[in-house]
């Protein structure tokens, strides 16, 4: 789930620490389209709303359902838990997505990665800056722009794009 949540999503590991029952699910135990972060769970202490794909909302519907019915009964509860059930802190949520990453062969990716390919998906399937940047939360449009990695292979595509 976590991976989910950084990758398709673009949360930032505080985020994904601070993310409730309640914040994802209607009172009739539906998953929200959209999920409004509070000031407090969030970098820079802004309120934002977060968008969930349809697939992303299946996910989290079948996480729920499959791993935690207890959440359920608790929706001031955080999504994820600890191994020994308790609230999910930043760092672990760091070290576990790092731990993840590695276990697949990659070895140098972070717990900001996933926001990192998030964003870079954005800007190759066309999405605008502005649009990344709102899904991104940044308050900066400079912030966003450094997201969108640039090799040899998108160049080309571009170019291919203004064919005469």
Do not use: P
Not at 51 to 73: F, G, M, N, P, Q
Not at 81 to 97: I, W, Y
Not at 100 to 115: E, M
């Amino acid at each position: 789930m976590m991976v989910v949540l950084s990758y398709r999503v673009g949360l930032r590991a505080c985020e994904i620490a601070a993310i409730t029952v309640g914040d994802v699910l209607h009172s009739e135990n539906n998953v929200r389209e959209t999920v409004i972060f509070a000031a407090h769970q969030t970098k820079g202490s802004k309120s934002h709303s977060l968008y969930l794909s349809d697939s992303v909302r299946k996910e989290i519907a079948k996480y729920i359902k499959a791993a935690h019915r207890e959440l359920l009964l608790s929706r001031k509860s955080t999504l994820l838990r600890s191994q020994k059930g308790g609230k999910m802190v930043n760092h672990t949520v760091q070290m576990v997505l790092k731990g993840l990453y590695k276990k697949i062969g990659l070895d140098t990716c972070s717990s900001h990665s996933g926001r990192r390919a998030f964003i870079t998906n954005l800007s190759e399937k066309g999405v605008s800056t502005r649009v990344s940047q709102e899904l991104a939360r940044h308050s900066s449009l400079a912030v966003t722009q450094q997201y969108g990695d640039v090799s040899v292979d998108k160049l080309r595509n571009a170019v291919n794009l203004v064919s005469v």
